[in-house]
């Protein structure tokens, strides 16, 4: 592309290196000569003088050339384009007073140009840098587009911004734990493969054929080994790897904050995790958290959120309506309370809002989770003589004061039901309700940051298909010490010794304290009916590591990529990973994966079937 | 295992934890209560008292029990063996003056038990942790055995501070970086495979049968590309992949720290690098370097050293010995001077001590760099009247003082020649001689630190076999500036803007300022007759990118694991990774590679031929 005038030799960078950023120059440099090197990131003219916003990491600086004064600069100046990376040396000047803008950090000052050098030309973009709305939003091309082209879209201020402040995260994450003690270990991503509910993405070996190392979906074992092996306090910023199926905002690969730490019970974990947090969003973002975070039993969230993964920015919590069966006349909740119960939803104010369509559409959420269907009322009349009114409100005739009184109702207000054979059926589908209708009357304040510990998690859960026990979670957390004696007579009353970190609806953390014990992680199999060879063939390293003196140890690992995405505000975290792979799992700036020379396969000793 | 009396049921830690660590007692602590968590390091009993040495991360702290005074306690004392997990309540008690051991930082004291729990047992070990040689130096097992049980190896001393040491080194590389405006930002795992030179891990793709990725060897793509996104200086800590036959201390995953800056030039990328290796020393051993490295160009390394990583700790440069063809009769040293050259090297001292069996070996050395014969006289007499004996002396009667003197040489010493056709081959194998020398005469300072820059390195170098230019590191090297109008006319003279760092005889770091120009870019793959076609599919992003004002940038990447085995003063890399593979790339703890499931083939739609 014939970009006229502008020479595009490669220049001697020692000739052209900024003496200043584009970030740093303000009215006390005034007079100073300066280089500074950079992108065009918008250029005008106006009355034969050229205005060109020069921009890198730091800011923009604006940089003034006039014709009058340097003619055949002035034409070197009109043949930059956008995102031409170029040299400007120059002196720097006060704006006339009314030409300040307050809007940038460089604002009261512009540059002379004296001379200018294109270190770097730029074709036509397929998108501009920071476009923005007319409302002051930015504009977002399509995200195949953007990954395409991430070199550019890495330019933009919302992902300057997002990588930035991961970077200032871990490195707070970092200072934090090495204040308290942690060594940052690394641990192989060439492992054995061990898949246990996620598939493991394999690495297959040359120079031995037919074998494989396997990525690591976490650093568990290798971990806990470190543990055994005395390290006491342990942390890795990880790389994981899952083959899980493309969906949403899965990723191949994702990384977590891992922690370990020996000789600790649940609570030490819980402390050092709410530390953490604290530093973090007070060193990037100087957000004060509180000093503790909620700690809310597993069985309690369910009640009163329908999820393990309350959304706690606004209250709005569910409650037993059990005592419906028994003032009303509607069968489906008399059948329901027998085995199962009935969960309450009080909507404040929008009994006129909701109109039967919209009801609808929170219907189709509680059936997504398996509810039969959602029942409700509107509240009318006035507060001393509330009325109820659609729905099932024939069924409770001459009832509205007692409901409206048990469940604090008052006119305005939507009630909704779940009722179900099952208690959890009811709990979660009614939960999912009050999630919707959080996002759609905006009940979340944006700059709220609702931390909360889930704990008390039932070890076992039934597995109905195969009519046994399963481990909830993974097969090496600790039951909780007051249910050792009874793990095999009552499993289903067994709580696990762990814990959640939620935020914001999120599930950002989970942990537990770790068996260390070999005789009780057999117990555990054995439960669950885990086959012991298999166990040993898989897991065997481990039980055996245990024989030698094993501390009691427990652990952590907040998800980075969902951390920056919350604290970023954005709702995918393809939007805080530098080089995403889309949500088919492809790269579309390398487009990997893709096929390779039949020579390596040949190496490999594999043939692709079909 | 039946161990007696000792109770295993898992302890419920909230009794049992630690309030001090086995490292932090002092004699001001004297008559306080304490808990401490460890494992028993040794055990001995003698008149009734048993002492145990408890052992955590921090340290060691004696432990009594008196059997006097608790017949019960001593009771499960006796029954504790070595490495059992242990939790031991008690009082800190001074010990006796004579008793007082200065070696334990906790020797003022010792802690009296009232209470041992005994936290996990610990079967026969299969080595000692911490056994010494009578000499004191630690009896260390062989690798496999300390591998399939890393997590005793790791118990060692010598293990816990070479992780501890790592853990400390890549802290301050951190936050030196972060100190001057770098961004840590991840690089992806999962890329394209562009194999140049070693082989790339792949990652077969189950979503799309045939298609794969590849772990990065180096960052080295997604660097640049974040350099073209504008991220100005970027660093990471970052696991790389090499796919390379089993040999020495390779592993098949390996750690640098990752660098790139923009708007930079060589000296940049020097200076910088020079003060990260400064801080890193001063930081975690308290050793100061000096301010500045040596810089030596390639030309010069290869003529004074016979290698581009020339061992420092000790002069013995080698001479031109051009002028010997000159002055004797030597007829090798008359033929190989024509195209050739003669390299001369003065052995201080050894003339006795090194026989003809100890010359044998050294010429062994040199033939395996290629050389035909190592040539060799020694100088007696006195130093006014030196005289030459053995070996070539004869071809050179009469010139003893001459050559003595042109040499610097003088009674005692030993000369070493090697004159070759290639004046390279004479350089190198000579340069082989010398470091065999270093090493056999123990030259090397061990408390030295001889780090040096090596630049001016060629650009190509002629492939005889192919007939034709290869680059001689990678083709994204930057040609140093003033060679750029002679690249195709000349190729043979250029320089690259190419630097390699180099400690105690070893590569440490090896970096480029690099092309950001995608006509020159093209010039060079002209050059090496890289087909554009493949160009374009391997590396088709990079150059794409380099069309939207990609900045002059450059990098370096230190290699974490060898830096951190020279701290630590130790042979292999092994001995500085938490779980490395052995030598035949298996890791012995968990047996990978290893086979795999059926299932998991058939997903991937793979099959293993032969």
Redesign the interface.
Known sequence: MNRGCVI???????KN??TVTCGELRGKDNGKSIVL?G??HRIREHGGISFINL????GITQVVVDSNQYPQLAETAKSLRM???IAIKGTVRLRPDDMINNEMDTGEIEVEATEITV?????V?PFMIDEVNKDGTPVIPNEDLRLK????D??TKRM?HH??L??KV??AT??FL?EKGF???????????T?EGA?????????????????PQSPQ??KQ??M?????KYFQIA?C?R?E??RGDRQ??F?QIDMEM????RD?VLDLTEGLMQHIFKETMNVTLPEHFPRIAYDDAIELYGTDKPELRFEMKMQDGDFLSDIGSFQAFKDAVKEGGIKALVVPGVAEAYSRKKIEELEATAKIYKAKGLAWMKVTGNPDAPMLEGGISKFFEGKASEICNKLGAKPGDLLLFVADSKRKVACTALGACRTKLGKDLNLCDPDKWAFAWIVDFPMFEWNEEENKWDTAHHMFT?PQ?KY?ETLESDPGSVKGDLYDLVLNGYELASGS?RI??P??QKRIFKIVGFDEAEGQKKFG?LTE????????HGGIAPGLDRLIMLMCKENSIHDV?????NS????P?????????QK?L?????????
Chains 1, 2 share one sequence.
């Open positions: 595009t030799k490669i220049q001697d960078m020692e290196k900024r090197n992108w065009v921009r890198d990491r730091y995102e031409f990376c270190l770097s030309k730029s074709e973009l082209y991430r070199y550019l890495l330019r300057q990588l930035a991961r970077s871990t490195l970092r200072n090495y060594y940052e270990l690394e641990t192989p991503t060439f492992i054995k493969s898949p598939r493991d993405y394999l690495v297959p070996s040359r120079l031995y054929p037919g074998k494989f190392y396997a990525l074992l290798y080994i470190l055994v092996s005395g390290f006491d790389r790897y083959d199926d493309a191949p690969e990384t020996s000789f600790v019970e030490d600790m010490y050792h304290i260390h014990d005789e009780l390293f590591a245990f024989k030698y003196g094993a501390p009691p990973i530098a080089f995403p792979k088919f799992a492809i790269s700036m390398d487009e990997c994966p893709s096929t390779v020379d390596q040949d190496e490999l000793h594999l043939k692709i079937t079909e």
